[in-house]
């Protein structure tokens, strides 16, 4: 059975940072695995992605400068560093596993594209 449990989120004040972690029950290597994000009232929308054993990562124009994503292999667990964190920040988080094409097809940032999703970590950002 397949699971992804997130962690690490919380309320911060703007200018701070946080690590999400999201621990995968299967071996990752070789799957495009992503985080999203869902702030309320607004559609899903992909943030990074990374994919597992090659390395390259992906992300959205918006937070390509503050985010970072990456993996540790022996752990099957995923990243997502967010420095300089803003009150648009917040939403709950997700992380998610698809096949490697997701990635190198360039649409990673597609919620249907992915078929494996955790439960979510909140962020919350004051100003």
């Known amino acids: 059975q397949v699971h992804l449990v997130e962690s690490g989120g919380g309320s911060v004040q703007a200018g701070g940072s946080l690590r999400l972690s999201c621990a995968a029950s299967?071996?990752?290597?070789?799957?495009?695995m992503g985080w999203f994000r869902q702030a309320p009232g607004k559609e899903r929308e992909g943030v990074a992605a990374?994919?597992?054993?090659?390395?390259?990562?992906y992300y959205a124009d918006s937070v390509k400068d503050r985010f970072t994503i990456s993996q540790d292999n022996a752990k099957n667990t995923l990243y997502l560093q967010i420095s300089s964190l803003q009150a648009e920040d917040t939403a709950m988080y997700y992380c998610?596993?698809?096949?490697?094409?997701?990635?190198?097809?360039?649409?990673?940032?597609?919620?249907?594209?992915?078929?494996?999703w955790g439960q979510g970590t909140q962020v919350t950002v004051s100003s």
């Open positions: 998610a596993a698809a096949g490697a094409w997701v990635c190198y097809s360039g649409s990673w940032s597609n919620v249907g594209n992915f078929a494996s």
């Open positions: 299967f071996d990752t290597y070789s799957r495009c």
């Open positions: 990374i994919y597992i054993g090659g390395g390259r990562s």
